[in-house]
């Protein structure tokens, strides 16, 4: 009865308040460069070896961005946790034959591996992950949805809760959102660490 649907991915969709939201390429000047500057520009490469990942926006605005499949690193030291987003899809509910929870709008399942590459033990769950829509709103994980996640037959993962994941341990799960339709949303990865300065990261997810 309940339908599960599989977003379309599509580049670029998501765009963060005070980004250009371009992640493809910037529009470069046709003709008639000056001297100046030709020698002073600079290398727009960064040269910094991550995988799959682009930046979104310019400035101090830029924010990582990644697709589905990608690998990344959020945080160093630490704080240091490389995930893995494998899959999103939706569903109008989640739950079993005896006990469910529809969504206000749409549930949005989102599936990733978390590995702790710090030497110490960190604590994991769903607060450092947001949804994002394209007008900037940011949504938390529906942890009363996630409940009901286990008897779910369509899926064979947990909710991601609080947990304690020991260095060099891995750990999979899904979060879960409950989204309007009819937008395109992203997966905003905060550091876990409560007073970490590194850089959020966000994976595109597509349309509902």
Avoid: W
Avoid at 147 to 160: H, N
């Amino acid at each position: 009865m309940n339908r599960r649907k599989y977003l379309a991915i599509s580049g670029g969709m998501v765009a963060l308040a005070g980004c250009s939201g371009e992640t493809e390429e910037s529009p470069s000047s046709s003709g008639g460069e000056s001297d100046s500057d030709s020698q002073d520009g600079s290398d727009s490469s960064s040269g910094d070896g991550s995988d799959g990942g682009s930046e979104s926006g310019d400035g101090e605005d830029s924010i990582p961005t990644h697709e589905i499949g990608d690998t990344f690193m959020v945080g160093s030291d630490e704080d240091a946790v490389e995930y893995t987003v494998s899959s999103a899809s939706t569903a109008d509910a989640i739950g079993g034959e005896y006990s469910s929870e529809e969504a206000n709008g749409v549930f949005l399942i989102v599936q990733l591996e978390m590995v702790n590459q710090t030497s110490e033990t960190i604590n994991i769950s769903s607060n450092h992950l947001k949804a994002v829509d394209s007008d900037g709103n940011q949504f938390d994980a529906d942890a009363g949805a996630s409940v009901y996640l286990e008897s779910d037959e369509r899926f064979d993962v947990s909710g991601i809760s609080f947990e304690q994941l020991n260095p060099g341990l891995s750990t999979s799960g899904a979060v879960i959102f409950d989204v309007a339709t009819g937008s395109s949303y992203g997966l905003l990865v905060e550091p876990v660490g409560l007073f970490s300065s590194a850089d959020s990261h966000l994976v595109e997810l597509g349309s509902t």
